[in-house]
Nanobody
Framework: QVQLVESGGGLVQPGGSLRLSCAVS????????MSWYRQAPGKERELVAA????????KYADSVKGRFTISRDNAKNTLFLQMNSLRPEDTGAYYC??????????????????WGQGTQVTVSS
C-alpha cells in the first residue's frame, strides 16, 4: 500500500523557516520523481516543488523560487522541503506525492490519487 506521511508543519511568523518531511513506503521511492503540493484555504492544490528520482534536477513554482528547497534522501525513503522567508500566502496544507516528470512544473501531475493527511503550515503574526 502506498503511504505518504508528511510532518514538520506548524505555526510560524512571517520571515521564519520550517522543514517538512515526507516518509514514503509502498512503492519504489528511488525510481520516482517526487514533489510537494500545497493547498491554501479556499484555493486549488498547487505543485510548488519537484525533484527527479536521483535528486539531480529540481523545479519550483515562481511563488516559492529562491525561498524553498526540495531535497531527498533515497537511502531513507524520505523527501524534504526546506522553507525559508515564509510569507502569509505560504499558509496551507502541504502534501507530498510521486510526480510524472515533465519539462515544465505547470504540466506535472501527481502519480497517486490517494493523498496523505498532509501537514499544516500557518504563517501568521
Amino acid at each position: 500500500q502506498v503511504q505518504l506521511v508528511e510532518s514538520g508543519g506548524g505555526l510560524v511568523q512571517p520571515g521564519g523557516s520550517l522543514r517538512l518531511s515526507c516518509a514514503v513506503s509502498g512503492f519504489t521511492f528511488t525510481t520516482n520523481a517526487m514533489s510537494w503540493y500545497r493547498q491554501a484555504p479556499g484555493k486549488e492544490r498547487e505543485l510548488v516543488a519537484a525533484i527527479t528520482y536521483a535528486g539531480g534536477t529540481t523545479k519550483y513554482a515562481d511563488s516559492v523560487k529562491g525561498r524553498f528547497t526540495i531535497s531527498r534522501d533515497n537511502a531513507k525513503n524520505t523527501l524534504f522541503l526546506q522553507m525559508n522567508s515564509l510569507r502569509p500566502e505560504d499558509t496551507g496544507a502541504y502534501y507530498c506525492n510521486a510526480v510524472l516528470w515533465r519539462s515544465t512544473i505547470a504540466t506535472m501531475q501527481p502519480r497517486f490519487g490517494s493523498w496523505g493527511q498532509g501537514t499544516q503550515v500557518t504563517v501568521s503574526s
